[in-house]
Antibody, heavy 123, light 108 residues
Framework: VQLVESGGGLVKPGGSLRLSCAASGFSFSSYSMTWVRQAPGRGLEWVSSICTSSSYIYNAKSVKGRFTTSRDNAKNSLYLQMDSLRVEDTAVYYC?????????????????WGQGTLVTVSS | SSELTQPPSVSVSPGQAATITCSANKLGDTYVYWYQQKSGQSPVLVIYQDTKRPSGIPERFSGSNSGNTATLTISGTQAMDEADYYCQAWDSDTASYVFGTGTTVTVL
């Protein structure tokens, strides 16, 4: 099982960025996927979770209306479109595999995680 | 639960047990998960659904959850267990997942 994030970088406040997560080694279409971020020197913050069919997508309040999570099961890929970026969005963004066949309920854990990609929002 | 509170740090001698708590109102009503993050590395799941260990996680890691507190116990702590530990749970009030504040375990 491998998850590889890409797309991070330096962007100005108000700008946009699209992160990708390439999955391999497992049946991607059968698992929910999640984005989690970690600001420098800080703790973990859940960002978004998406079910296998994209029918259920949950987002943290801090990113609602600005970030959009999507997936392409044919390409074994997860995406995070980040718009209206703020300085406080600066963080390492991890993608993680969620629960098998998650139906949008409370029971969901994240394993394994990718190596993360750094997003820096600064003028 | 809208915030999961953990002690900032726990110190333990090699071979002794380390206990990390995670507290929130009625936390026992939902599942809790635990992650280990070593310095410079990505988090690793060590406990899911309160008490279950993923494949490859040593038996010295165990979990419990009741009332307002979930607990991760590391029995016979080893130097390799030095890391930050985070609990995670579902917050039904906000329909979102939440992580705990994190606990740094130091093996003295």
């Amino acid at each position: 099982v491998q998850l590889v994030e890409s797309g991070g970088g330096l962007v100005k406040p108000g700008g946009s960025l699209r992160l990708s997560c390439a999955a391999s080694g497992f049946s991607f279409s059968s698992y929910s996927m999640t984005w989690v971020r970690q600001a420098p020197g800080r703790g973990l913050e859940w960002v978004s979770s998406i079910c296998t069919s994209s029918s259920y997508i949950y987002n943290a309040k801090s990113v609602k209306g600005r970030f959009t999570t999507s997936r392409d099961n044919a390409k074994n890929s997860l995406y995070l479109q980040m718009d209206s970026l703020r300085v406080e969005d600066t963080a390492v963004y991890y993608c993680a595999r969620g629960k098998y066949n998650w139906k949008g309920d409370a029971d969901n854990w994240f394993d394994p995680w990718g190596q993360g990609t750094l997003v820096t929002v600064s003028s | 639960s809208s915030e999961l509170t953990q002690p900032p740090s726990v110190s333990v001698s090699p071979g002794q047990a380390a206990t990390i708590t995670c507290s929130a109102n009625k936390l026992g009503d939902t599942y809790v998960y635990w992650y280990q993050q070593k310095s410079g590395q990505s988090p690793v799941l060590v406990i899911y659904q309160d008490t279950k260990r993923p494949s490859g996680i040593p038996e010295r890691f165990s979990g419990s959850n009741s009332g307002n507190t979930a607990t991760l116990t590391i029995s016979g702590t080893q130097a390799m267990d030095e890391a930050d530990y985070y609990c995670q749970a579902w917050d039904s009030d906000t329909a979102s997942y939440v992580f705990g504040t994190g606990t740094t375990v130091t093996v003295l």
